[in-house]
């Protein structure tokens, strides 16, 4: 059984997580092409990207060639890949870092640190992104509903979620938008555990990552199993991968290193 002292550290870790960033406007939307500097920033994996757009908006706001785009306009892409804003930065970074960037010379494939992202401010992929809004209830919706999932998954119903205090709902988003813990941590527990009971199933979704390609959309390099496991006879890892998720791919000569599976390319969160 995992103590206090290390469940804290393990939390701590995985809220204290973070990745370099390089942002770049893209040409299509800069007054000087391709000369604005980019933005630099560490940000954390748990967060979204889209909190970050009014800073990048007044960064990038005397290139802008359209002076009327607003906040709220700019979505990211990796290597010509949209890259769907409700995902966290750390799983959007798994899923699409691992594979050798298109037209990127060696040494940065070997090198994908800062992760080089694209900003764009026009041109909005209606077929692959919601539109975001000006009020951030677009993203807000999208992250109430995913917990309601969770919720509905560990028990059964949605009703610890529904159940929480209006003031614990704001806060609960807040601390999120601020990325603050110790805000977060208590709201989250209530719903982890409700009423002190034990935890009964691990929401859990698996995230097959693929290589961006000019071909392909991002929604065809994603597969999403949702599942209830009994945390007592849970199986994790390549062998419940292989079991219940990973389709027998036609060519399955992936040499010495093994499956993708097996080398950690996969992401579980909950």
Same mark, same amino acid.
């Given at each position: 059984?995992?103590? @206090? ?5 393990? #939390? ?9 960033? +390089? ?13 604005? $500097?980019?933005?630099? =920033? ?25 002076? +009327? ?9 990796? %290597? ?13 970074? $798994? ?9 990127? #010379? ?11 992202? #694209? ?5 909005? @992929?209606?077929?692959?992104?919601? @539109?975001? $809004? ?25 009703? +610890? =979620? ?14 999120? +938008? ?18 002190? *009971?034990?935890?009964?199933? =691990?929401?859990?979704? =698996? ?8 071909? %392909? ?47 950690? *390319? ?5």
């Amino acid at each position: 059984m995992t103590s @206090p002292t290390r469940l804290h550290g393990l #939390q701590d870790a995985a809220w204290n997580g973070s990745l370099p960033l +390089e942002i770049k406007l893209v040409p299509q939307d800069c007054q000087v092409y391709d000369q604005a $500097d980019p933005y630099l =920033i560490h940000y954390p994996r748990l967060s979204y990207l889209p909190f970050l757009l009014p800073k990048l908006h007044a960064f990038f706001a005397s290139f802008l060639i359209g002076s +009327e785009v607003n906040p709220h306009d700019g979505w990211f892409s990796f %290597e010509g890949v949209p890259l769907k804003w409700h995902y966290p930065l750390g799983l959007l970074y $798994d899923l699409f870092s691992g594979a050798s960037p298109l037209q990127a #010379q060696a040494e940065e494939a070997q090198n994908p640190l800062p992760w080089r992202l #694209q900003l764009h401010f026009s041109a909005w @992929p209606a077929d692959q992104l919601v @539109p975001l $809004d000006a009020g951030g209830k677009v993203l807000h919706d999208a992250f109430i509903n995913s917990v309601k999932e969770a919720d509905f998954l560990r028990n059964g119903s949605a009703k +610890e =979620i529904m159940s929480l205090s209006k003031n614990d709902s704001t806060q609960l988003w807040k601390s999120v +938008e601020a990325y603050d813990f110790g805000v977060y941590n208590p709201i989250s527990q209530k719903l982890l555990y409700a009423q002190g *009971a034990p935890l009964r199933h =691990i929401p859990m979704r =698996i995230y097959l990552p693929s290589s961006p390609s000019e071909s %392909e959309g991002a929604s065809r390099h994603l597969k999403v199993v949702q599942s209830l496991q009994r945390t007592a006879n849970s199986r994790v890892g390549s062998a419940f991968l292989t079991s219940f998720v990973v389709p027998q791919p036609k060519n399955t000569d992936f040499g010495k290193a093994g499956p993708p599976w097996d080398r950690g *390319a996969y992401v579980f969160t909950g």
